[in-house]
């Protein structure tokens, strides 16, 4: 199922293969998002041809929108979005933290005040199963409750023994053939509970690990830290997966501690604002300063953006509210992040990830305010 292929003698980065029902996923491998069964305002074919091996879809959106018979009719996820290649649901945890205001959890699972129109939804470990059963994904994460930081050791504790029952839960609920669970690792910013929680899921068992509860509002530090206190007692057999992040230098930053897989929005959020990714941090378009610049995004940059248009272009549709701008955008940040993860698993095939880690790393300054909240 999971290929250990090489390791990197000065840090931890891994170079991996992973074999899911609908393909292999070679690691390190950065996800798009796509929550509702779509990428945002990508296709799937656009997807293929950025050389996306797999997307991640939402098991709490896709249960309330369209709703499992609608899935059902259409013989499951893949078929009903077009995407012959795998797909990671996660199981609506996240949802646990982000709708706080909407939901009251007990030992039983999570009941939810839908966000479309209030309707009362209940989700336990079993239920997120089956809903996951049902979309017929690749890799099916465990339900989990991700504490808001900042939180108290007490109330972490408390959260993290009620998540290893609900991965005991969920690792024992039925599941699609074929399909691979992962467990989360939770335990907030405690070392201590991040030990406990990483040495119980192992025990339970799972196709793979993923490092849940980080880049929840916590300082940079802290978040890799959080990594750090969990990456130890995972197998080095088995995949690791860091959930909804990062930035460019955060993923290399985190391979180098041993993550395999990623997942963020910020590749399409901010292109919806006119922010485009660089090597060398990021440009917001909609500045004046762009308006008769005759270069690509990026220079060297083979997408579709970057071969065919220019800023100066690209900020005229994003001024005038033309959808084409927003996309191409898009276009170009998803090929940034996967041709990111290309180079650094070339980099580690080839011994040079260090090098490649100082050089990108170094040369990258995200400029944190064009990256719209």
């Known amino acids: 199922m999971f290929e250990l292929l090489r390791t990197h003698r000065e840090s931890k980065a891994r170079r991996g293969r992973l074999t899911t029902a609908h393909g292999v996923i070679e690691t390190p491998a ?3 998002v796509g929550t509702q069964g779509s990428v945002k305002s990508v296709s799937p074919r656009e997807l293929r041809e950025l050389k996306a091996q797999v997307v991640l879809g939402n098991t709490y959106h896709l249960f309330v929108r369209p709703g499992l018979d609608v899935i059902r009719h259409f013989g499951g996820l893949h078929r009903f979005m077009n995407w012959d290649l ?6 609506g945890g996240y949802q646990i933290f982000s709708l706080a205001k909407l939901r009251k959890i007990t030992d039983e699972g999570v009941r939810f005040q839908n966000h479309l129109d209030g309707t009362p939804t209940f989700i336990s470990p079993e239920i997120a199963m089956e809903i996951q059963a049902t979309l017929g994904s690749d890799i099916a994460m465990v339900l989990d409750e991700c504490p808001p930081w900042p939180c ?18 969920s690792k024992d609920a039925p599941h699609a053939n074929g399909q691979l669970v992962f467990g989360i690792v939770q335990g907030a910013t405690f070392a201590d509970l ?18 849940g509860g980080v880049s929840v509002g916590e300082p940079e530090p802290e978040m890799m830290l959080a990594v750090e206190n969990s990456e130890p007692y995972l197998p080095a057999d088995k995949p690791r997966y860091a959930m909804g992040l990062g ?14 897989m990623f997942d963020c ?26 308006t008769l610049d005759t270069r690509p995004i990026e220079e060297g940059c083979t997408c579709a953006a970057c071969s ?25 940040n998803l090929h940034f992040y996967l041709t990111l993860m290309q180079r650094t698993r070339d980099a580690i095939d080839g011994g040079g990830f260090g090098e490649f880690r100082q050089s990108f790393v170094g040369g990258y300054k995200l400029r944190g305010d064009t990256i719209p909240a």
């Open 30 to 32: 950065f996800m798009p």
């Open 308 to 332: 065919e248009f220019a800023r100066g272009y690209i900020r005229h549709l994003i001024k005038a509210e033309e959808i084409l701008g927003l996309r191409l955008i898009t276009l170009h």
């Open 194 to 211: 991040r030990r406990q929680s990483a040495e119980a899921t192992v025990q339970i068992g799972f196709d793979g690990y993923a490092i």
């Open 152 to 169: 108290e050791h007490e109330y972490a504790a408390r959260s993290l023994e009620m998540t290893i029952r609900w991965a005991r839960r």
């Open 265 to 290: 929005v910020l590749p399409t959020r901010i292109a919806r604002n006119g922010t485009a990714f660089t090597a060398a941090g990021t440009i917001n378009l909609k500045n004046a300063e762009f």
């Open 86 to 91: 795998p797909i990671l649901t996660d199981s």
């Open 247 to 260: 930035t460019p230098p955060q993923l290399i930053e985190l391979i180098a501690r041993g993550v395999d």
